[in-house]
């Protein structure tokens, strides 16, 4: 089968700096598959790559067999393949349903306007509210972004992806700066995303990486030094002398062999 994303040596520099290694990595239609490794190992680096933010100084990104590694980020997206910034992407002075209805026009190619006029169709309409009930916003339909938790608003970002109709979501960070109500909320979101979304996520947050997961990719200084599915992470003893000694080591092991 051929994969929904695949890596093959791809690599990024910054001047003398190899941030990215030679990644090679396949994600198949559905997977669900997470980015980790200790601070500066290349996550960002290699996220941003794949997403098309940043060049690639060598190697190749393929999206369903095509080669999208010269083409920018908007592109990319227009391809299926969507990313989530760390920072919000909200229109904060505009209601939580006109946030997800301009996303839904972009992908009917209507003009869009943060005003009633974005919503004039009923169709966008309706699918508007079709994504924020999905992710359990409905009920704020008429509030501005701008009321929003910071939980909320990234389940409105969720809400806004989705809306694109992707192939692949890539989620950065997402559960940064959450309370835990809001990541347990967040993380029984991401269990309900439809069946067909290939998802590839960078978190900090081990727990959340080991309950998503199908299979984790850990980097170490902009190498993959091993990738397969969170029980064989969790007991591989690179990976364990690469966390040694970083603060994360306990949420690595925590749960090994424990039940979930
Ligand atoms: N814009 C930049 N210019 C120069 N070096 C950079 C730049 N961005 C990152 N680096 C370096 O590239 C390496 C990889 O950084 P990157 O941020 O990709 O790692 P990371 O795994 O995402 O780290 P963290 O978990 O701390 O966010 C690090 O050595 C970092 O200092």
Sequence with gaps: MTP?????????????????DSVDLALAPGERHAL???????????????????????????????????LPEGERARRGMVRTYQHSSLFLDCSVLDNVALAVQRVHRVAHRCDRAARRFRHIDTEARRHLDSVGLLGRAQDMAAALSHGERRQLEVAMVLATEPALVMFDEPTAGMSAAETERFVALMERLPE?????????????????????????LGKVLASGPPEAIRAD????????GSARTEDLFAEAGGER
């Design 36 to 70: 980790i490794g200790p601070n500066g190992a290349g996550k960002s680096t290699l996220f941003a790559t794949v997403a098309g933010t940043l060049r690639a100084s060598g190697g190749s990104v393929l999206l369903s067999g095509q080669d999208v590694t010269s």
């Design 237 to 244: 003893e690179a990976v364990q002398r690469a966390y040694l």
């Design 196 to 220: 067909r979304l290939t998802v590839l996520i960078v978190e900090h947050d081990l727990d959340v990486v080991f309950r998503l997961a199908e299979r984790v990719t850990v980097l170490h």
């Design 4 to 20: 929904l994303l695949e890596l093959r040596g791809l690599t990024r520099s910054y001047g003398s700096l190899t941030a990215v």
